[in-house]
């Protein structure tokens, strides 16, 4: 079975303070990993995958196969980071193209 | 280039009422997934259509059904409505199958009564 943990619910840090946001999955096989971000009052959209290697808005996020972990982490957070964000898994095996969420952490950047 | 549109945005119903949902793919896009996200939770995948197809289903009853049109919008439908369907309901439509990066629409917010 998928699953995917998120252990905070609520974070908060100080503007130019570095952010981490823990994720950590469940899962037999390769799995693909995603961070998504609702920012308020807008739709769920998709920060970064894994397999893409990318750095967006500052964020990166590294998959640790022995950790099971795909943290989000971000240097200097600025104000406008505060959202919601989503870790989520897909199974790369046959047709399972269902992605799993986490129950999300609602990032609080403060000034 | 259009987005993922949903509607209605709102709706209220009736323990044992039927609802539908309706869901506007982004342009280009030929598969559509809808979620459920209850309270403080994540969402959670109900199912997906691809070429008018089901593609996929998660942990949910017959009850939820869905159909996806030459155009590749699509509907959810929820029979027997219970109070525990109250939830967001999220779709989400994607190119090709596959590719995981969604696009979603703002959902549609079921109270159910």
């Known amino acids: 079975a998928q699953r995917v943990t998120q252990p905070e619910k609520l974070l908060s840090v100080f503007k130019g303070a570095p952010v981490e946001l823990k994720c950590n999955y469940s899962y037999s096989g390769s799995p693909e990993l995603f961070w998504y971000v609702q920012y308020s009052r807008q739709r769920l959209q998709l920060l970064l995958r894994?397999?893409s290697r990318e750095s967006i808005k500052g964020f990166t996020a590294d998959l640790n196969k022995g950790e099971t972990s795909f943290h989000l982490k971000k240097p200097f957070a600025q104000e406008e980071d505060s959202a919601m964000y989503y870790c989520a898994l897909s199974g790369t095996a046959g047709s399972n193209y269902k992605l799993t969420f986490g129950k999300g952490t609602l990032l609080t950047v403060n000034p | 280039e259009t987005g993922v549109t949903q509607s209605p945005t709102h709706l209220i119903k009736t323990r044992g009422q039927q609802v539908t949902l309706r869901c506007s793919s982004q342009s280009g896009h030929n598969t559509v997934s809808w979620y459920q996200q209850a309270l403080g939770q994540g969402p959670q995948f109900i199912f997906q259509y691809y070429r008018e197809e089901e593609n996929g289903r998660g942990n949910f009853p017959p009850r939820f059904s869905g159909l996806q049109f030459p155009n590749y919008s699509s509907e959810l439908n929820v029979n027997a409505l219970e109070l525990d369907d109250s939830a967001l309901y999220l779709c989400?439509?994607?190119?090709?199958?596959?590719?995981?990066?969604?696009?979603f629409g703002s959902g549609t917010r079921l109270t159910v009564v």
């Open positions: 894994h397999i």
């Open positions: 989400a439509s994607s190119f090709p199958v596959g590719d995981y990066g969604y696009t």
